[in-house]
């Protein structure tokens, strides 16, 4: 199975503080058909995981701009630009390129 | 709108069969590119990938447990199911089902509340 690898796994942020997730992949999560199936997922305490970012980098309906994905092959990273207290919860990557469908350990972000 | 809920039975006991439901409004699973996953989280834990079953009927499972899952579609009901055999204590978790859309290439975009399950004697 794909081992996905989320650093740090506690991130520490100010209101309006930028923050980044790392996700490494033990595989190439590159697609015979082009697509790097990588997602990302905020999951808020005590609320049920949502789509923020499908395909590294495209955003999910409704996430705001804040929001951006970007990487290739086995690394992959998640930026907040501009946290707000609504962001708070735990991140996940989750990679759907190999099977079985793998998750990261998950970030959790938490107010300084 | 999108809905997806979960039912189970709360609690049973080791080497009994759980059963899940998951009922959802807003999309048909008998449209092209549409497909259910059931995923669950252990009390503090991660997400683990439980199966998927697409609009064709076509079924995936997580190797892991495969031997012990059985996943299915009640199109016209607007229902999937989860079935997973001889549970023990390390099945205590919370179980979600997603939708699965192929526009969000095969994302889990909308996700239930989730239902916990206590497997204990």
């Known amino acids: 199975d794909v081992v996905l690898t989320q650093t740090p796994p506690t991130s520490s942020a100010t209101i309006g503080q930028s923050v980044s997730i790392s996700c490494r992949s033990s595989?190439?999560?590159?697609?015979?058909?082009?697509?790097?199936?990588l997602y990302w997922y905020l999951q808020r305490p005590s609320q049920s995981p949502q789509l923020l970012i499908y395909?590294?980098?495209k955003l999910g309906s409704g996430v705001p701009n804040r929001f951006s994905g970007s990487g290739s092959g086995t690394d992959f990273t998640l930026k907040i630009s501009g946290v707000e207290a609504e962001d708070l919860g735990v991140y996940y990557c989750?990679?759907?390129?190999?099977?079985?469908?793998?998750f990261g350990g998950g970030t959790k972000l938490e107010l300084k | 709108q999108v809905t997806l809920k979960e039912s189970g039975p709360g609690i049973l006991q080791p080497s009994q069969t759980l059963s899940l439901t998951c009922t959802f409004s807003?999309?048909?699973?008998?449209?092209?590119?549409?497909?259910v996953g059931w995923i669950r989280q252990p009390s503090g834990k991660g997400l683990e990938w439980l199966a998927n079953?697409?609009?064709?009927?076509?079924?995936y499972y997580n190797p892991s447990l495969k031997n012990r899952l059985t996943i299915s579609k009640d199109t016209s009901n607007n229902q999937a199911f989860l079935k997973i055999t001889n549970v023990d204590t390390a099945d205590t978790a919370t179980y979600y089902c997603?939708?699965?859309?192929?526009?969000?290439?095969?994302?889990?975009?909308?996700w239930g509340q989730g239902v916990m399950v206590t497997v204990s004697s």
């Open positions: 997603a939708r699965i859309a192929s526009y969000v290439y095969y994302g889990f975009d909308y």
């Open positions: 807003g999309f048909s699973l008998s449209t092209y590119g549409m497909g």
């Open positions: 079953i697409w609009w064709d009927d076509d079924k």
């Open positions: 595989q190439s999560l590159l697609d015979s058909d082009g697509n790097t199936y």
């Open positions: 395909l590294v980098s």
């Open positions: 989750v990679q759907g390129t190999h099977d079985p469908r793998t």
